[in-house]
């Protein structure tokens, strides 16, 4: 079992930056990786990062990569998604999961609106 509370939303003009946090509770020693996904108005729910709790590697899908990071702090057991540059097609609910080997990302935050206006 894991819990995952996010925050950090809200609303940004484009071009500006937003800082998402995800705690991660329960348990925590089984997640092999994290990650971001984000759903907008319409769409299918769609990934944007993850980074491995151990090793940090990091993963990007191509519209987001240089204007996101994605990082881990294990001792607090978060992981956080920092935004910049943030454009009008970045508008959607983000996700934070959590990866257990055998189990994909089987585990997701409550969602948390990131909107960009122009």
């Known amino acids: 079992q894991v819990q995952l509370v996010e925050s950090g939303g809200g609303l940004v003009q484009a071009g500006g930056s937003l800082r998402l946090s995800c705690a991660a509770s329960g348990r925590t020693f089984s997640i092999y990786a994290m990650a971001w996904f984000r759903q907008a108005p319409g769409k299918e729910r769609g990934f944007v990062a993850s980074?491995?709790?151990?090793?940090?590697?990091?993963n990007y899908t191509n519209s987001v990569k240089d204007r996101f990071t994605i990082s881990r702090d294990n001792a607090k057991n978060a992981v956080y998604l920092q935004m910049n540059s943030l454009k009008p097609e970045d508008t959607a609910v983000y996700y934070c999961a959590a990866l257990r080997p055998g189990e994909g990302y089987g585990y997701w935050g409550q969602g948390t609106q990131v909107t960009v206006s122009s």
């Open positions: 980074i491995t709790r151990s090793a940090g590697i990091t």
